[in-house]
């Protein structure tokens, strides 16, 4: 394993030198990847894991009469699980269960993603009256847009992440970990993101967690940004978003990509308005950080309820297209 991250970290490290950066290329010694991988010893649980799913690559892939007769087998086994009592079982083979589950969930991920590819190529949207398969899954599958979104999004990935969509498929990555990964990678030089997936498929592989695969991919991003002298000093502030949906009774989603800047604030404001309320506080820190998020905008609603809408949207165009100029002439 150790070999094959090694090898991995030095194909990165040839596409960066091709491109001349000026900084110096990672460093990745076996010492180094001791010290963030986890102890196999002190994680009986993972190890128990990896030992079936390692049992799991042995065995062929079952053969099916068609697609339709294995997904009704897949539903049919799901339904029983559902039904199962679960208070019934060990505490082992409820732990056994729920990770089987996540990485059946990886596999799902993958086969949605190839079947949503197809059907988007072919345009099969388009025989329902659909004007996108984004469209089609919200009308006929009765997803949510943020839902429908993410599918499209994994479905690109079979072209632009093939080695990501490859481990969901095999079992050996969890869907939230690869969307981080397709994420990170997605900033880096587009012919540098195969060895850079490489290097976090296998660094996650060796059992390194979030946080390290996030530090992983920061020094990436860091070492390949002065191959970019012409990047637009803007481009970050041009592609900042915020997205609100509301739902059901008024309920809402929010997403968004935010500039340094901006999530700096962001990070500030909440920290500093969503600590604990004394010990007998028994928020979760997302409760705290949603609490907060209401106070803070309820606090600015009275400093700026004075001013019509028409005035104040006015104030805030002005204010960001200002910023944006004062981005550009820094630059």
């Known amino acids: 394993m150790m070999l094959s991250f090694t090898i991995s970290i030095n194909s990165l490290i040839r596409c960066v030198l091709r491109r001349k950066c000026r900084r110096q290329p990672i460093v990745w010694s076996q010492e180094t990847s001791q010290v963030r991988r986890k102890d196999s010893e002190q994680q009986p649980a993972i190890h128990h894991r990896h030992a079936a799913r390692r049992e799991v690559r042995m065995n062929p892939v079952p053969a099916f009469p068609s697609v ?19 208070t019934r079982m060990s505490a082992q083979a409820q732990a056994e269960c729920l990770q089987m589950m996540e990485r059946a969930n990886a596999i799902v991920t993958a086969a949605r993603a190839s079947v949503l590819s197809a059907f988007t190529s072919g345009q099969g949207y388009s025989a329902d009256a659909d004007y ?15 839902v429908a979104v993410a599918h499209t999004a994994w479905a ?17 990555l969890s869907e939230s970990y690869g969307r981080a990964i397709c994420q990170w990678t997605d900033k880096l030089p587009e012919d540098c993101r195969p060895a850079a997936d490489a290097i976090l498929l296998s660094a996650a592989k060796a059992g390194m967690d ?25 481009r970050t502030f041009e592609e900042r978003a915020v997205h609100l949906e509301t739902t059901f009774q008024g309920a809402g989603v929010l997403n968004g990509d935010l500039t340094p800047e901006c999530a ?3 990070g500030a404001v909440l920290d500093a308005l969503g600590a604990p309320a004394g010990s007998e506080d028994s928020r979760t820190h997302a409760h ?28 805030v165009g002005r204010a960001a ?10 630059a």
Do not use: N
Request: glycine share 2%; net charge positive.
């Open 156 to 172: 690109k990935r079979m072209v632009t992440h093939p080695q990501v969509m490859a481990a969901l498929a095999a079992e050996e």
């Open 264 to 266: 700096a604030v962001v």
């Open 68 to 86: 339709a007769d294995a997904m009704a087998a897949v539903q049919a086994g799901l339904r029983f699980v559902a039904d199962a009592d679960a």
């Open 132 to 146: 996108s398969p984004r469209a089609w899954l919200i009308h006929k599958t009765r997803v949510t847009k943020v």
């Open 288 to 315: 705290r950080y949603h609490d907060t998020l209401q106070e803070a905008v309820r606090r600015l609603g009275k400093c700026i309820v004075i001013l019509p809408p028409s005035v104040l949207s006015r104030f």
């Open 210 to 234: 979030l946080r390290d695969l996030a530090g992983l991919a920061a020094e990436m991003y860091e070492r390949s940004r002065p191959d970019l002298p012409d990047e637009d000093p803007a």
């Open 321 to 330: 297209w200002a910023r944006r100029e004062l981005r550009v002439s820094d």
